[in-house]
């Protein structure tokens, strides 16, 4: 059942403000695109371009330090060997850089062999020796420390500096 009751066939001004504002408000939701703009493309596209630009700078810092750490210890190892077979066998030991093969060897022993391509060859003497009693010397000079230059990832160079 259905009743209706009209109380009067004129609508209030008030009423008739509020009914014209509500179907503004009904057509603008009906015909509102949905999306983004193309500013707000732009900006996002902007922030991801920032934050990976420095993720990759600290990224390739870390990979030159862990290369430059990982050069200096395996010569580092190196050395310290050489210098334990020559104070355990009281003899004098040489260590010779071939510049072709970039790699350190003991001619005396065929096990004392390190390929180090990331070495600079014009860094490093063609001749180490190492005494009896555990000292290096370069052309008959005690050394206690090496300085050599490195090539790392980009091409640049590093110095790494050896304690003897």
Do not use: W
Not at 82 to 111: H, M
């Amino acid at each position: 059942m259905l009743i209706c009751c009209q109380e009067s066939s004129r609508v209030k001004p008030e009423k008739a403000n509020n009914l014209r504002l509500h179907r503004h408000q009904i057509t603008n939701y009906m015909f509102r695109k949905s999306g983004f703009t193309i500013i707000e493309i732009l900006i996002v596209v902007l922030a991801i371009g920032i934050l990976s630009s420095t993720a990759i700078g600290t990224y390739s810092g870390a990979i030159r330090d862990t290369a430059q750490r990982s050069a200096l210890d395996k010569i580092q190892t190196f050395f310290q060997s050489c210098k334990n077979r020559a104070r355990l066998r009281k003899s004098d030991v040489k260590i010779i850089y071939n510049e072709d093969a970039k790699s350190l060897t003991n001619p005396d022993s065929s096990t004392s062999f390190l390929h180090v391509p990331e070495l600079y060859s014009k860094s490093i003497p063609k001749i180490i020796e190492i005494n009896k009693e555990g000292k290096f010397m370069i052309n008959g000079k005690k050394i206690n420390k090496l300085d050599l230059l490195l090539t790392i990832p980009g091409g640049k160079l590093a110095t790494i500096t050896i304690q003897l």
